[in-house]
């Protein structure tokens, strides 16, 4: 093994999320990106914190699932993103976004409610609530951290 830097995987880390309502949301863009922003500034604090922690250098890539009903645009997040970041221990990282499927299921017995508005339970009636899609979570995150002796 050469000398230099390792890297590390951080697991999966939920950075506060943008909860829009339990039903299908459109998207909205709020305040031209600021919103964005400061979901940003929380993630890049949540990063350094990690990066702190693990005595890294560097944060060579980091992952982030955004919920496709998180109320979040992907595009004006990465905009943000490469706003916010410099100077910090993320001015070099890979951004990479992936999207997070939304899916409905019914409160009371568990059926996954078909896409499309439906708020009642296609089995038993039962209000139905989102399972997933609003979540932004910090899936991943590769550091360059120097090898312990
Ligand atoms: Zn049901």
């Given at each position: 093994?050469?000398?230099?830097?390792?890297?590390?995987?951080?697991?999966?880390?939920?950075?506060?999320?943008?909860?829009?309502?339990?039903?299908?949301?459109?998207?909205?863009?709020?305040?031209?990106?600021?919103?964005?922003?400061?979901?940003?500034?929380?993630?890049?604090?949540?990063?350094?914190?990690?990066?702190?922690?693990?005595?890294?250098?560097?944060?060579?890539?980091?992952r982030?699932?955004?919920?496709?009903?998180?109320?979040?645009?992907?595009?004006?997040?990465?905009?943000?993103?490469?706003?916010?970041?410099?100077?910090?221990?993320?001015?070099?990282?890979?951004?990479e976004?992936?999207?997070?499927?939304?899916?409905?299921?019914?409160?009371?017995?568990?059926?996954?409610?078909?896409?499309?508005?439906?708020?009642?339970?296609?089995?038993?009636?039962?209000?139905?609530?989102?399972?997933?899609?609003?979540?932004?979570?910090?899936?991943r995150?590769?550091?360059?951290?120097?090898?312990?002796?």
């Open positions: 093994m050469g000398g230099g830097a390792g890297s590390a995987a951080i697991g999966q880390e939920a950075v506060p999320s943008s909860r829009v309502g339990d039903f299908i949301v459109p998207s909205l863009s709020v305040a031209g990106g600021m919103h964005e922003y400061s979901l940003v500034r929380s993630l890049l604090d949540r990063v350094d914190a990690s990066a702190r922690e693990h005595r890294a250098t560097s944060v060579a890539a980091l982030v699932r955004i919920g496709e009903v998180a109320g979040v645009e992907r595009e004006l997040f990465a905009s943000a993103f490469e706003l916010a970041r410099a100077g910090t221990c993320c001015a070099a990282a890979e951004l976004i992936v999207a997070g499927a939304a899916r409905w299921e019914c409160t009371s017995c568990r059926v996954e409610a078909p896409r499309g508005g439906v708020l009642r339970c296609p089995a038993c009636g039962a209000p139905v609530r989102l399972a997933a899609g609003d979540e932004i979570v910090l899936e995150i590769e550091m360059e951290v120097p090898e312990h002796v």
